[in-house]
């Protein structure tokens, strides 16, 4: 172990964290299962809730018999084509709407719930919740939020660990990792262009080093 670099997972600093795949098994299972369920129902063409109706009783053949006659009826491709009955059977379809077969709120839920195991809001993997669009300045501040609430702590315990396992003990307080977060401020050109115009009116920085933070060539 005293050779090997691990970042460990959230959960308790003295063990070899956990995995979000593996305590999240239930809630990536359920979205698995959503999906796959979705896609049976639109595979037999969104008709398995229907049932045929007869007053006679019909023999084990006979019931076999129908059974391959409306295995010829099923299938998307075959949707919209017209079933021939006969002996008194009555076809009756059972009222199933596009949104229940899709089952729309399951899968939205299903998404934003396996986004809390990563810590990641669902607009960045292209996800809006109900209401909220897909641009402006909402998104704008969720993504801020993300990188100060989210990645930044993330940020702070890999620095932490290279510093504890990397650097030697020797070298402390002289060698130092830093991940340049100053980068975060490119989603936010109203945080950038306050931020390079008190570095110039203080005379912090030359307009080449500001010019270098916008990753544009020096003059």
Same mark, same amino acid.
């Given at each position: 172990a005293d050779k090997v670099f691990h970042l460990r997972g959230f959960g308790p600093g003295d063990g070899i964290g956990m995995s979000a795949i593996a305590y999240g098994a239930n809630s990536i299972g359920a979205a698995l299962a959503a999906d796959e369920t979705a896609g049976s129902v639109f595979s037999n063409s969104m008709m398995p809730s229907g049932v045929l109706e007869s007053d006679q009783t019909l023999t084990e053949p006979q019931r076999e018999q129908l059974q391959a006659h409306l295995t010829t009826y099923v299938g998307s491709k075959k949707? =919209?084509?017209? %079933?021939?009955?006969?002996? =008194?059977?009555?076809?009756? @379809? #059972? @009222? %199933?709407?596009p949104e229940d077969a899709? #089952?729309?709120e399951t899968r939205r839920y299903s998404v934003e719930d396996v986004c809390r195991w990563f810590g990641v809001p669902p607009i960045i993997i292209g996800h809006a919740s109900q209401g909220q669009t897909m641009w402006g300045s909402g998104v704008e501040a969720i993504m801020l939020s993300w990188l100060t609430l989210g990645?930044?702590? #993330?940020?702070?315990?890999?620095?932490s660990r290279i510093e504890k396992d990397l650097i030697p003990i020797g070298k402390r307080g002289k060698w130092v990792f830093r991940f340049n977060r100053e980068g %975060?401020?490119?989603?936010?050109?109203?945080?950038k262009g306050e931020f390079l115009s008190k570095m110039a009116t203080s005379g912090t920085m030359t307009a080449n080093e500001r010019r270098e933070k916008l990753n544009l060539p020096p003059h």
């Open positions: 949707a =919209g084509k017209t %079933m021939l009955l006969e002996a =008194g059977l009555k076809y009756n @379809q #059972l @009222q %199933m709407n899709q #089952l729309l990645i930044n702590p #993330l940020l702070s315990r890999i620095e %975060m401020l490119q989603m936010d050109s109203k945080a």
